[in-house]
C-alpha cells in the first residue's frame, strides 16, 4: 500500500462506475512544454476496464480551487500512461500552466463516448484547430494503430501554436500545417485548407475537434464533399456524470459529457446550436 | 393501466423527472418527455440569473452522489424561452422555481404559470431573511409565508418540495398543507454531506458540504413519505434513490401518488423511464390492483 | 504511531467498536479488543431490562442497513457482571448508556462508573418527558439536562453521543458542551428509514422504522463531524460508515479524534480493527504526518 | 417479470450479499406434516453463488409479525427446492402451522456455517433430537451423496414425534430410533443409546443436534471416546447478520449467526455457556 494506491483502496467499496466518479488524487509525471501556451501532462494510471481512456474521451481535472475538463492527448495503455494537453486560456488553465512535475491534481473519468477508431484500410482526414489538436492526436495515433490511411490538417495561428504537427508525422501520418499568418504551411483558415484537400484528394471518412467557429464551416464542406465522420464539441460542464443538464444541447438534449463529446455527421445536423451559441454557467446563451 | 391524476392534472404514468437533473433545457426536458416520463420538472430557476458553485459540483459516494451545484439559474425571463418549447402534449411540464422570500417565489410563478401544468417551490435553498444559514424548508412559519404568497399569485396547483433535513418533517408539511399547497414533494437531497480527499485534505466540493442523491437515500424518502402521508391529506409525490420499478410501488406504498426519478438517470440514462413505467404495468398486471390509485398508500395498515 | 488520547484517556489506536455492535457481551467486546480496537463501546443498556422490539429488527438496504432493535438491555445490575469481565488491560472500556430523563441517566452512570474509563451517553432515546415521539438529542435544552446530570453523578470522561436526525446539529454540539461533556460522539444511526415489502405491502420492520447505518451514511456523518468540529472545542469521535482506513483519514481530517466503527462489522468481521490498524499505520508512514493527533482537523483550511 | 421474481428484479442493485438480507416474500410451494407437531415447508429458490444452503445453515422466516431462524431441513439444488422443519412450540411456530400451500412467508439467508459434508469413506454417527433432526437430515442425505458411511441415531420424546427416521433409511443410511417413552426402539435419552452404539461400533465423526441439555452429556462421552465432530447450536436471534450481539456466546464472544451455527468440538470446548445457560431477548442470562 503507497498513498496513491491506498487512495484506490479506500475506494475499493464503491462499485466501479462510482469510483470513476471521485477525483483520484495523482502526481504529475512529467510536463511537456508543446508551445508557449500549450502544455502536456502525463500521469500514471491504471489501465483497467472503463478506466481506460480512448481517443476522444476526456477527464475532469482538479487543481483543488475548481475542476474542467481536458481531452485525452495522450494514451499508452502498456505503458500504463496517459496525457492532457493544456492551453492557458483564463484562470484555471494558467494555475495548470505554473505547475511542476511531482506536483497533485486530481482526476476523474474518463468520460464520453469517444472517436470510432476501428477504420482499417480508410483514408481518414483529421482535422484540429488550436488545442483542438489534443484529442486529434490520440485518435490519430490509435487510428494509425489499427490501419487506417490518416491524413492530418493541423491548424494554429502561427508557427509556434502548431501542435502535435511532428509528432503525428513520425506516427507515419500526413501532416499538413496551416497557419492564419502563414508563417508555417498553408497561409490562412484551416476551413480553406480542407476545401483545397478535399476537391484534390478521396477521403472515406473525417475526425474534426476544434473552435465550433472553424467545425460549422468546415461540416458544411465535408457533407458538400459527402465526407462522413465525427466531430468533438465542448460544452461548460459541470457533473460531466449525465445528470446536472447543463452541457445538453438542442434540440436533441444530448448530454456532451455521456452521449458526446464526439457527434457523427448525422447527429450534428440535428443539434440546432452548433456553431451557433453555447451556454455559460448560468445556462445563458452566448452567441459564438 | 399507469393513467393518473395529481392535483387535477392528469398523468400518463406517475413517473416525473426531478427537479435539478438534466431539466436546464427544454431541450433534454422533451428528451426526457419522450423517453416515457409522465411529467418533468425543470431545473429550479429564481428570477435573476445565477451562476451557482465552482466545480467540483458532484462527486460520487456510497449509493449515489453528493452535490452542489449551487442552484445556477439563467433567470426567469430567459428560463421563459425554454419553457415556451417544452413540449405539452406529451406529457406535463412542471415548474421548480426558488427566490430568497415569498415575494420573489410569488413574482417567478405568476411569471411562468401560463407556459407550465404545475408549479413547484424548491424551499429547500438558503434564504436571505434571517441571518443564520438555514433554509426556508427548514422553518414551518418561513415555509407557511412562501407557499401563502405563491397560492395567492397563480391557479396553477403548487406542489412544496420539502427538506427532509429537519427535526420533524410532519411539521413542515403541516404547514405548507395549511398554507394551501396542493401537493407536497419529498424528499429533496440529504444532509448535506461532505466527502474530502485523504491525500490533500480538501473537501472534494468546492462548497465543501452537498445534498446526497441517488439509492442510498431512499429508505430515508420513504420514510419522510410515509410520515407525510399520515399527517396531511394532500397529495404527495415521492422522490430519493428510485432506481426501479419496485422502488416505485414502494413510494406508492407509502403514500405517493406520483414520484420523481433523478439520480439514476446518471447509470441508467433517459430511457429509465420507459423501462420503469414497462416493469410497472407487468407489475400491476400480475397484481391485485386495478389502478396507481389503488396503490397509493397501502403500506398503512 | 497510532497512540492517541481522548479526553486524557489514553488509546493504542483511534479505533473503538460503536455502542450496540457486537456490544452486549464481555466476550464479545473482548473479541473486539483481541481484534484489535482500541476501545470498546459497550451497547447502550438502561435501569431496568426491556426487551427491544420483534424482529425483524434490521434489514439491508443500499449500502448499508436499517435497524429497530429498540435498545433491548438487560438491565444495569445484569450488565455490571458483563462490565466487569471486560478485559481492560487490552484496550479501554467504555459504557453506553441511556435513560428516560436525566436522573435515570445518572443513577445508571454512578451504578457502572468503577467499572470503565468513559461513559458514552445515547441521548437519541424517545423520551417520557413531553408527549410527542421526538427523542432527547432532538431538543438542545433536553441534552444539557441530561449531560449535566450525568457530569454531576461521576468523575470519568462523559461523551454525548448525538442524532444527526436534526435541524442544526451545532446547536446540540454546543448544548452539550456547556453542559460540560468530555467529548462527543457523532453519529447515532440516520433517519429513520424504512423499507416496504413490495409484495404483502408490509414495513419490513416491526418496527416500520429504523435507524440507517454503514457505508451510505459517511458522507453525512463526515459532514457532522466537520461542523461540529468548528462549532465546539471539545474532541469529537467520529462514527458513522467506516470501512477501510481511508474512511477513517476523512473522519480525522474532519475533525475526529478517535472513530467507532459498527455497521462493517457484518461484511468484515472482527478482524476489520487489525486491518484498518496497520493501513493507517502504513498511511502515516508514507504520509508527513507524525501522529493522529497531527492529522485531526486537516480538512479544516 | 413475474411478480416473485419481479421482487428480485427490484433488489438487484443490491449487492449480492445485501439482498440476501432482505426476506425474499415467497410461496409455500408444499407443506408435509411429519409428526403432530413438526411440518415442513418447501420453497422454490434460486439456486446461485451464496444463496444456495448448504446443510446446517438456516434461514430467517418472516411472517409479517415476527421473524425467527429455522435450519434448513431438505436441499435439492436441481429442482431448486428447499425446505425447512418447524415443531410447534409457541406464538410463531404456531402460526407457520396455521398456514396453507400458497401462503406467503419472507425468507432471507442462508446464513450461518453449516455441517463439514467431505467426509468420503468416513464412519459417521450422526444425532438428532426432536426438531435437531432437521439440519441432521440433510447434513445425513449430503454426506451420503459425498460417499460417507452415516449412521443415525433419531431420538423423540414418543414414537409419533420421531423426525425423518424413514426418510434417512430410504436414502441408505442406518438409523437407530430411540423414544423417551420407550414407544419405538431403545427406550430412553438419545445420550444413553450413544453411549451404547460407541461402546460397541467404531466412529470416525459425529454431528450433533438438539436441545443442549442433550448435547451436553452427548459431548462427554463423545469426547471421552475421542470421537471428534460438530455441534450445532441455537441461541436467540435477530439480526442474523453478525452485527448485533445478541447471539455470542461465552467466553469467546463468538456470533452463533455467523462463527455458528455449527462448532467443532475443540470450539465447543471454548463455549463456556454450553450446555449452562442461553441469553433471552433483554440479555438476561436463562440457565438450562
Ligand atoms: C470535452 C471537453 C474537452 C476539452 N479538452 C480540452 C483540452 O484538451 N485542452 C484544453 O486546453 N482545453 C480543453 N477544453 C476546454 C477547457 O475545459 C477550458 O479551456 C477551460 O475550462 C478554461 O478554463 P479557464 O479557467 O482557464 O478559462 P475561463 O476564462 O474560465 O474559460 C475560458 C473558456 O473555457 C470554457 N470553459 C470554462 N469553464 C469550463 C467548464 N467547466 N467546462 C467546459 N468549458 C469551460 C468556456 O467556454 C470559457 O469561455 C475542453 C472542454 C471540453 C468541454
Ligand atoms: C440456528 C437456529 C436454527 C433453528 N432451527 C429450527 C428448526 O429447524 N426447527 C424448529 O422448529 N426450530 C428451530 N429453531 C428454533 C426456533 O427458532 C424457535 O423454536 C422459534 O423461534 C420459537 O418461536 P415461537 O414464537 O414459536 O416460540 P416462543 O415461545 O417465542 O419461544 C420458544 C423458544 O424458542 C426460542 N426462540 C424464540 N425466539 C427466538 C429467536 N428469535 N431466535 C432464536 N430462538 C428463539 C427461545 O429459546 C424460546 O424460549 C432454530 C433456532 C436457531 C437459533
Ligand atoms: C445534480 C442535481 C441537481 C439538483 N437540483 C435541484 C434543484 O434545482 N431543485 C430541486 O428542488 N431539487 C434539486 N435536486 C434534488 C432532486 O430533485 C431530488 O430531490 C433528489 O436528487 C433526490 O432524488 P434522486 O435520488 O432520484 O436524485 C437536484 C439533484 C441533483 C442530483
Ligand atoms: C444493530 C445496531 C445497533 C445499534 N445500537 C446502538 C445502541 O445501542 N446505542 C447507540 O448509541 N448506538 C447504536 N447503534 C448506532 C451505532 O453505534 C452507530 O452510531 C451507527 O451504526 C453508525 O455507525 P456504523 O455505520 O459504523 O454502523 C446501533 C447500530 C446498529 C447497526
Ligand atoms: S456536465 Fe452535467 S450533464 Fe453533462
Ligand atoms: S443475531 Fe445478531 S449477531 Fe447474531
Given amino acids: 500500500m503507497v498513498i496513491n494506491d491506498g487512495h484506490s483502496v479506500g475506494l475499493s467499496f464503491l462499485r466501479f462506475g462510482d469510483r470513476m466518479n471521485v477525483p483520484q488524487v495523482i502526481e504529475i509525471k512529467k510536463i511537456i512544454e508543446e508551445t508557449p501556451t ?97 484529442p486529434i492526436a490520440s485518435f490519430t495515433e490509435e487510428a494509425l494503430r489499427k490501419k487506417a490511411i490518416v491524413d492530418v490538417v493541423c491548424a494554429a495561428q502561427t508557427k509556434d501554436e502548431l501542435l502535435f504537427d511532428e509528432r503525428l508525422k513520425a506516427r507515419g501520418a500526413k501532416v499538413y500545417t496551416c497557419t492564419d499568418d502563414g508563417s508555417c504551411g498553408f497561409k490562412g483558415f484551416a476551413t480553406h485548407r480542407v476545401l483545397q484537400l478535399i476537391e484534390h484528394k478521396e477521403y472515406d471518412w473525417a475526425v474534426v475537434c476544434g473552435p465550433e467557429v472553424m467545425m460549422r464551416p468546415l461540416y458544411g464542406s465535408l457533407e458538400a464533399h459527402m465526407i462522413e465522420g465525427e466531430y468533438s464539441m465542448e460544452r461548460y460542464m459541470k457533473c460531466a456524470i449525465g445528470v446536472c443538464g447543463q452541457c445538453c444541447v438542442d434540440k436533441t438534449g444530448w448530454r456532451i459529457c455521456a452521449e458526446g463529446p464526439v457527434f457523427s455527421s448525422d447527429q450534428v445536423s440535428e443539434i440546432v446550436e452548433f456553431g451557433k451559441f453555447h451556454r455559460t454557467a448560468s445556462g445563458l446563451k452566448e452567441y459564438f | 393501466m399507469l393513467k393518473t391524476n395529481l392535483c387535477g392534472v392528469r398523468l400518463k404514468n406517475p413517473l416525473m423527472l426531478a427537479a435539478g437533473v438534466l431539466g436546464s433545457h427544454a431541450s433534454s426536458l422533451n428528451w426526457i418527455l419522450e423517453s416515457g416520463a409522465g411529467a418533468v420538472v425543470s431545473k429550479s430557476f429564481s428570477k435573476d440569473p445565477n451562476d451557482g458553485y465552482k466545480n467540483p459540483t458532484t462527486v460520487a459516494v456510497e449509493g449515489g452522489i453528493i452535490n452542489a451545484i449551487g442552484l445556477s439559474s439563467p433567470g426567469v425571463e430567459a428560463f421563459k424561452e425554454e419553457l415556451e418549447d417544452v413540449n405539452r402534449v406529451k406529457g406535463r411540464s412542471i415548474a421548480s422555481i ?147 420499478y419496485a422502488d416505485v410501488v414502494e413510494f406508492l406504498y407509502a403514500g405517493a401518488s406520483a414520484v420523481q426519478i433523478g439520480t439514476s438517470i446518471m447509470y441508467e440514462g433517459p430511457e429509465i423511464f420507459g423501462r420503469i413505467s414497462s416493469d410497472l404495468e407487468e407489475f400491476i398486471e400480475d397484481s391485485e390492483f386495478d389502478s396507481i390509485k389503488d396503490m397509493v398508500g397501502f403500506g398503512h395498515k
Fill in chain 1, 38 to 134: 500549450i502544455k502536456t501532462f502525463i500521469f500514471d494510471w491504471t489501465m483497467v476496464g472503463e478506466n481506460i481512456p480512448t481517443p476522444g474521451q476526456f477527464v475532469m481535472v482538479w487543481n483543488f480551487k475548481d475542476e474542467k475538463p481536458m481531452s485525452v492527448s495522450y494514451i499508452d495503455v502498456h505503458k500504463g500512461e496517459f496525457g492532457i494537453t493544456v492551453k492557458k486560456v483564463g484562470p484555471f488553465t494558467e494555475d495548470l500552466h505554473s505547475l511542476k512535475e511531482g506536483d497533485k491534481l486530481g482526476i476523474r473519468g474518463p468520460y464520453g463516448n469517444g472517436f470510432d477508431t476501428n477504420l482499417k484500410g480508410m483514408r481518414v482526414l483529421a482535422i484540429g484547430g488550436g488545442v483542438g489538436m489534443a
Fill in chain 2, 98 to 244: 426558488y427566490g430568497a422570500n415569498p415575494e420573489e417565489f410569488a413574482y417567478v410563478a405568476g411569471k411562468v404559470e401560463d407556459l407550465v401544468d404545475m408549479i413547484e417551490l424548491n424551499v429547500s435553498c438558503p434564504h436571505a431573511m434571517e441571518g443564520y444559514g438555514a433554509s426556508i424548508g427548514q422553518n414551518p412559519k418561513l415555509t407557511y409565508d412562501v407557499v401563502n404568497a405563491v397560492k395567492e399569485a397563480v391557479d396553477v396547483p403548487v406542489l412544496a418540495k420539502l427538506t427532509p433535513n429537519v427535526t420533524d418533517i410532519s411539521e413542515i408539511a403541516v404547514s405548507a398543507e395549511n398554507a394551501g399547497a396542493d401537493g407536497l414533494t419529498l424528499i429533496n437531497s440529504l444532509g448535506p454531506g461532505m466527502k474530502i480527499d485523504i491525500v490533500t485534505g480538501n473537501p472534494i466540493l468546492a462548497n465543501k458540504f452537498g445534498g446526497m442523491s441517488g439509492p442510498a437515500i431512499k429508505p430515508i424518502a420513504v420514510r419522510c413519505v410515509y410520515d407525510a402521508y399520515e399527517a396531511t391529506d394532500i397529495p404527495i409525490v415521492g422522490v430519493g434513490g428510485i432506481r426501479n
